[in-house]
Each structure stands twice: as structure tokens, then as C-alpha cells.
Nanobody, 125 residues
Framework: QLQLVESGGGYVQPGGSLRLSCAASGFTLDYYDIGWFRQAPGNEREGVSCVLRNNGNRYYADSVKGRFTISRDNAKNTVYLQVNNLKPEDTGSYYC??????????????????WGQGTQVTVSS
């Protein structure tokens, strides 16, 4: 059974950092293109970043460029999202998912499958 598990969220002050993890079980993560998303209460789920499996190309939403970095460690079957210089508007549940088509990277939630349960990030002073 394909399963993704997010972890690493927490409560941080503005300007703080976290490293979010997306660990896979039941399948080999390096065969897939992976996206990170977030959702704040009352808001729609929005794409944050994605990484291609074949060449490691990465894409980011404009709101997080220069602050967030997506990476993958195939040996650990895990994709990471390093989030730096956090702002209150970054607060939300963060999710990872698998793109439904090979060699695709997009920030549209409808393009993805096998969502994890999410990890909560709260940025507040």
C-alpha cells in the first residue's frame, strides 16, 4: 500500500526555520515526482513546491521562493522541505503527494495522488 507520512512541523516565531519530511512506505519514492502543499483553515490547498524524479528540477510558488527548499534523499526514501524565514502567513497544514503522471511537476493539487495526513506549521510571536 502506497503511503506518505509527513513530519517535522511545529510552532515557531517569525523568522524561524523547520525541516519538513515526507517519508514513503510501500513504494520507492525516487520513481515519482513529488509535490508539497499547504492549507490554512478556511483556505483552499495551495501548491508550495515540487521536484522531478528524473533530473531533480525544482519549482516553487512565488510566495516561498528564496525561503523554501525542496530536496530528496532517495537512500532514505524521503523528500524534504526546508522552510526558512517563516512568516505568519506560512501557517497551515503541510502535505506531500505524488504526481499522477510521470515527469510532471505542477502546483495544482488536482494533479496529485496518495496524500499524507499532513504536519502542522504554526508561525506566531
Amino acid at each position: 500500500q502506497l503511503q506518505l507520512v509527513e513530519s517535522g512541523g511545529g510552532y515557531v516565531q517569525p523568522g524561524g526555520s523547520l525541516r519538513l519530511s515526507c517519508a514513503a512506505s510501500g513504494f520507492t519514492l525516487d520513481y515519482y515526482d513529488i509535490g508539497w502543499f499547504r492549507q490554512a483553515p478556511g483556505n483552499e490547498r495551495e501548491g508550495v513546491s515540487c521536484v522531478l524524479r528524473n533530473n531533480g528540477n525544482r519549482y516553487y510558488a512565488d510566495s516561498v521562493k528564496g525561503r523554501f527548499t525542496i530536496s530528496r534523499d532517495n537512500a532514505k526514501n524521503t523528500v524534504y522541505l526546508q522552510v526558512n524565514n517563516l512568516k505568519p502567513e506560512d501557517t497551515g497544514s503541510y502535505y506531500c503527494a505524488v504526481h499522477r503522471y510521470p515527469n510532471r511537476c505542477s502546483l495544482h493539487p488536482n494533479d496529485y495522488l496518495h496524500w499524507g495526513q499532513g504536519t502542522q506549521v504554526t508561525v506566531s510571536s
